[in-house]
């Protein structure tokens, strides 16, 4: 079958197609009933099936053979540590270290959070939660303790399991000291706290509640527990529109077929083929294609803890793909920014030998056609731009490499993937005819591997994904689909912003501007940024009678988005205004200011009271040189 007919029979004939997808994974017991509802009328994939990740992606693989075949490769341009680790050998330090969390009482359903650096045991302790049917939930070690805190209140875990530090270059951070404040701060306390100690005498593990991870591999061993199809793998946090995370939860049956068919249709692997995803195991991208969908697919994964630059040089990741013999490779389009500003001619991949790739796939956010056409220039293999997101799981839009020809175009994210009825609607709910900019939403019932719901927050579910266009999931993008059906992915529409291909809330970023003592009210927008794609600005009105100046109100609102969000905010900039756009009844325009501040076309809203507080804004945001429009390097 083509690309065509088998886009439409996922489409026309939803259980017909997944009843057959389902069969190539080795449930313990096949589902009869293929799609359901639950209580709360949300559709369900495969309710009645049994299985379990981990075995899966290890027990089935070893007794298949590829007991010898490294799973993970193991590459830290930081430490020089290089390490592979074979199938076996991680179903045995999965099986010892499901033993430990178990021997500490973690069992069926209870949640352990992950706050982890890109290591091995990252992977072994998500495998292990797994085995034994914990939830996990990891979180992103660039977020600031008030983050880990607010999940741990959330997710309310039994155990954290973290290490004594993570590497930024030549910094260490120091993750135990993170984990101690988020610990202090949360109101929902652990039974304990593991730690992988990374080097002698690093870090002490004083309280009786501290755990070395190394002692948890000496519990014996357990075998996989049956789950069911429905039974949440993980809960993963990311940013909504408010300084709240929402919780996005992973069933387990439909998201093991969906990455199972995605390995094999959308991104053309086959087993014993080299996958690298250059992410982090902190965001979706790293759940997929760094652990589950590689090792379920019996491909070899690649961990690296670097970066694309300065590790030691923009060479780094032709480096990895000559020595790994990497097949196919996933990265975010930031990291490819980085990599062309550094080496423009990229005379540094010269010294490689990369004939091994077959295609290259970008995704996290948009990609601008310069870094499009660059990359595909230098390398000389096929560039797959594919849209996706937490809440997905998996590709919703890209080209089905494993389908059809490569045939991409600049700007698009492509074209929809096999289950993915998307469509463009307008503000009002019509659909909107080809070329024409709108909400970018996904006809129900989405297919398997999407979130079934948000952990312990159902009305929030509703509110934000499918109250807006009924019938439809909303995913909080806007873009357009040309005459030949491809879409093209132009930015969120609500207050979120991807800084380095990291989603991020301004909702948040304004709820701690806000709590300034001097800020009257403010608005935090997303700017183009060469580098990052965007970046976060405010913009804020000072009280009567406020003190500080501009330049000491920035440099405190920096400091506290670095302690209370993390690094990874990348907030650099506050400008003083003497107000905000508003309408006559005194709500701030938003969408107005966004479009203002990121240089795309608007038109002043007819409800504006005073249309010439946007120049004044303009006026500043020029005198302090923000949000000039995105100059592709
Ligand atoms: N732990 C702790 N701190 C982290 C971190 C982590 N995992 N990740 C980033 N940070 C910190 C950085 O050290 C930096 O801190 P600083 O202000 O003290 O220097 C800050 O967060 C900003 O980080 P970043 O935006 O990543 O800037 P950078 O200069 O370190 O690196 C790039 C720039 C382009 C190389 C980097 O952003 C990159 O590799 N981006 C690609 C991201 C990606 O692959 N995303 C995929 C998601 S699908
Ligand atoms: P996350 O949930 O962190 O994966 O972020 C998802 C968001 O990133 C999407 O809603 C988009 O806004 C953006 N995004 C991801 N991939 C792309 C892409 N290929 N093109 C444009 N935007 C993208």
């Known amino acids: 079958m083509n690309y065509q007919q088998l886009y439409e029979e996922s489409i026309r004939n939803p259980e017909g197609f997944w009843r057959q997808q389902a069969q190539r994974i080795a449930w313990s017991q096949a589902p009869e009933q293929i799609l359901s509802r639950d209580e709360e009328g949300h559709y369900r994939w495969f309710a009645d099936g049994l299985l379990n990740m981990s ?32 199938y ?32 091995p045991q990252a992977v072994v302790a998500m495998l292990a939660c797994a085995r034994i049917g914990a939830i996990h939930s990891v979180v992103f070690g660039g977020f600031a303790p008030h983050e880990l805190a607010m999940r741990i209140d959330d997710a309310r875990p039994k155990v954290i399991i973290s290490a004594s530090y993570g590497i930024e270059f030549d910094k260490k951070i120091p993750y135990k000291i993170l984990v101690d404040a988020a610990l202090k701060e949360a109101k929902h306390k652990t039974d304990f706290q593991i730690y992988y100690r990374r080097e002698e005498g690093f870090d002490s593990l004083g309280g009786k509640n501290e755990l070395d991870f190394e002692a948890l591999l000496r519990c014996g061993s357990v075998g996989p527990k049956q789950v069911a199809a429905t039974h949440p793998l993980y809960v993963l946090y990311t940013s909504g529109t408010t300084g709240r995370p929402k919780g996005i939860v992973r069933d387990t049956g439909g998201y093991a077929t969906a990455l199972h068919f ?126 996706w997101q937490t809440e997905s799981g998996w590709p919703m839009l890209g080209i089905m490499t494993g389908l059809e020809e490569p045939h991409t175009k600049a700007g698009s994210a492509g074209k929809p993937v096999c289950g993915f009825d998307v469509r463009i609607l307008s503000d009002e709910g019509t659909e909107l005819e080809a070329g024409k900019e709108g909400n970018v939403v996904v006809k129900l019932p989405l297919p398997p591997g999407c979130l079934p719901s948000l952990w312990r927050n159902e009305i929030r579910f509703q509110k934000s994904y499918l109250e807006r266009f009924p019938g439809y999931y909303f995913t909080g993008d806007g873009g357009f689909k040309d005459a030949e059906g491809y879409f093209s992915i132009m930015g969120r529409v609500d207050d979120v912003i991807n800084v380095s291909g990291h989603r991020l809330s301004t909702g948040e970023m304004e709820e701690i501007v806000a709590g300034h003592p001097d800020v009257a009210e403010c608005a935090v927008l997303g700017i183009a940024d060469e580098l ?87 006026a500043v945001l020029q005198r302090r040189q923000l949000g000039v429009a995105f100059q592709p390097i």
Not at 316 to 340: G, L
């Open 532 to 618: 990052r794609g965007q970046r976060p600005i405010a913009l804020v009105v000072l009280k009567d009678g406020a003190l500080c100046s501009e330049q000491e109100l920035e440099a405190a609102l920096i400091e506290l988005i670095r302690s209370r969000i993390g690094p990874v905010a990348f907030f650099k900039n506050a400008a003083v205004v003497n107000r905000l756009p508003k309408t006559r009844s005194g709500k701030i325009l938003r969408k107005t200011m966004r479009a203002l501040a990121d240089g795309s076309s608007f038109s002043i809203p007819s409800t504006i009271d005073d249309p010439s507080v946007l120049d004044e804004i303009r």
């Open 88 to 119: 076996r050998q991680l179903l045995e330090q999965v099986s010892a270290f499901a033993a430990g969390l178990r021997n500490l009482g973690v069992g069926y359903g209870d949640t352990v959070i992950i706050y982890m650096p890109m290591i």
């Open 262 to 387: 995605s390995m094999n249709y959308f991104y053309g692997m086959k087993p014993g083929d080299v996958f690298w995803a250059a992410s982090d195991i902190g965001w979706v991208v790293g759940h997929s294609y760094i652990v589950y969908a590689p090792l379920l697919f019996g491909c070899t994964t690649v961990i690296y803890e670097g970066k694309p630059v300065r590790t030691p040089d923009a060479g780094a990741f032709w480096r990895v793909i000559e020595e790994y013999k990497v097949n196919s490779f996933f990265t975010a389009p930031t990291a490819i920014r980085a990599i062309r500003k550094d080496d423009p001619e990229a005379a540094l991949k010269q010294a490689y030998d990369i004939s091994s790739l077959k295609q290259i796939f970008l995704a996290g956010e948009r990609c601008d056609p310069a870094t499009y056409e660059w990359l595909g220039k230098v390398t000389g293999v096929p560039v797959i731009d594919h849209w």
């Open 55 to 86: 075995e899966l992606c290890l027990d089935i693989h070893v007794a298949e053979g590829r007991g010898k075949q490294p799973a993970l490769i193991y590459d830290s341009p930081f430490t020089g540590h290089r390490e592979r680790i074979t």
